[in-house]
């Protein structure tokens, strides 16, 4: 009887450690600090269709949504060298499906004679975010990696799982985890040779429980479609191309405006403005981890202890 009970005990304990652990069999932790220790924190935003010819000298335009429907955030850094780039984000395409999703492609440009996009912004905004997480793998920068929602990074194209379609699809049903509720707004006018973006968080609310939040925000110029048939993965039309990545500074916390220059597109005129919400919870309780607690690897010794061994008989 007493073995019986001691084995329940350890089961009890042991299911919420697995439950705690289950999220990576999907994925990997996103953010990590130059130590090496996680950092809480991801994306969120929404983007919008902006034709720089037909809103040439528009008037101010305002576009608001809420953080509880905006899409999820697809980050992808790839090359137009990648083989393996094209076979996972066909996977990915199948696994969000028609899911409300905005996906950003960066495309390797440091010490990359082969890839024609990407540039010095495009690169500094991924290794600042996720460069420390990438290298815990291979380098800063590697080609394939996926991050969903600035929270949730798959690198390659090995999966966790049982397939790679797995992985993505529960990565991207997850959902964003940011303790955040509101309304973002931003507003867009052009010139002939700018962009004036006007951006504003004071309505955005903080829910998190612990730590400081921290929100940082950015402006990300993304060409829908790229002719380019010399690729070395042949893919001649490549998508969601990211031209630049700009961190949106003011003196306000809440709200500001920023005088942009008209990006310079690869072809066509299929500009996508995408609004990021960085955001990161500092905290003075230390990383967590799934691993028990020297505590509790005591107390379940113990218990493994009282299941096994039997007691002296008595004659």
């Not at 999820?72 to 395409?93: F, R």
């Not at 379609?165 to 959902?175: K, M, N, P, Q, T």
């Not at 303790?179 to 004071?202: A, D, E, H």
């Not at 829910?207 to 400081?212: K, M, S, V």
Request: hydrophobic share 40%; charged share 15%; with cysteine.
């Amino acid at each position: 009887m007493r073995s019986v009970l001691a084995i329940l005990v350890v089961a009890i304990i042991l299911i919420p450690v697995q439950v705690s652990g289950a999220t990576g069999l999907f994925w990997d932790h996103a953010r990590y600090d130059s130590d090496g220790i996680p950092i809480e924190g991801g994306v969120v935003g929404y983007g919008i269709d902006w034709n720089l010819t037909s809103n040439n000298g528009s008037s101010e335009l305002e576009f608001i949504s809420d953080v509880e429907s905006m899409p999820t955030i697809v980050e992808v850094y790839t090359a137009t060298w990648c083989v393996n780039c094209v076979s996972t984000q066909n996977i990915l395409n199948d696994a969000i499906a028609d899911s409300d999703t905005e996906i950003i492609h960066y495309h390797s440009y440091w010490y990359d004679s082969l890839d024609p996009f990407g540039n010095n912004s495009t690169e500094e905004r991924w290794e600042s975010k996720y460069g420390h997480a990438s290298a815990l793998r291979y380098t800063p920068r590697d080609a394939p990696t996926k991050v969903v929602d600035g929270e949730r990074f798959h690198w390659g194209k090995v999966p966790k799982s049982d397939s790679l379609l797995d992985d993505y699809s529960a990565s991207v049903s997850r959902g964003s985890t940011a303790p955040l509720s509101g309304s973002l707004t931003f507003t867009i006018s052009q010139t002939q040779y700018s962009l004036m973006v006007g951006w504003n968080i004071s309505s955005i609310s903080n829910h998190a429980t612990t730590g400081d939040l921290s929100i940082e925000p950015w402006l990300l110029l993304v060409e829908e479609s790229s002719y380019y048939p010399d690729g070395l993965n042949n893919l001649q039309n490549y998508e969601h191309v990211l031209l630049d990545a700009i961190p949106l500074e003011s003196e306000s916390e809440n709200h500001g405006t920023s005088n942009l220059s008209l990006p310079t597109l690869w072809d066509g005129d299929d500009l996508r403005i995408i609004m990021l919400l960085d955001w990161s919870i500092i905290s003075m309780e230390g990383p967590a981890t799934l691993l028990p607690a020297p505590g509790v690897i005591v107390t379940l010794s113990s218990l493994f202890a009282m299941a096994v061994v039997r007691p002296p008989r008595m004659h």
